[in-house]
């Protein structure tokens, strides 16, 4: 079954860093998107890794971001650095099997000091 759970969110000051995980994948090797969405704007796509693991990033967070997928399990993450305030937001996973899409709850993200 798929459903994607996000998890590692929390409050984290200007410079620091968080990891987010997205379990409940179902599979290994399928496309995951990472996005955002702050109160009153649309989603925005800042990565993606696809099933052969090329990777891709908006230029908002390229350099800082980093998708990558934990081939034992069907896990991926999002590794956080350098975080700014304007990238509080909730985070959502997404991924897309067999031409459904299927999306996590969320996990906020407060980048404050």
């Known amino acids: 079954q798929v459903q994607p759970v996000e998890s590692g969110g929390g409050l ?3 410079g620091g860093s968080l990891r987010l995980s997205c379990d409940g994948l179902g599979s290994r090797s399928v496309f995951v998107g990472w996005y955002r969405q702050t109160p009153g704007e649309q989603r925005e796509l800042i990565a993606t890794i ?3 693991d090329y990777t891709n990033y908006a230029d908002s967070v390229k350099g800082r971001f980093t998708i990558s997928r934990d081939n034992a399990k069907d896990t991926v993450y999002l590794q956080m ?3 700014k305030s304007e990238d509080t937001a909730v985070y959502y996973c997404e991924t897309i099997q067999f ?3 299927y999306w996590g709850q969320g996990t906020q993200v407060t980048v404050s000091s």
């Open 12 to 14: 984290v000051q200007p």
């Open 50 to 52: 696809t099933g052969a």
């Open 81 to 83: 650095n350098s975080l």
């Open 99 to 101: 031409g459904t899409n």
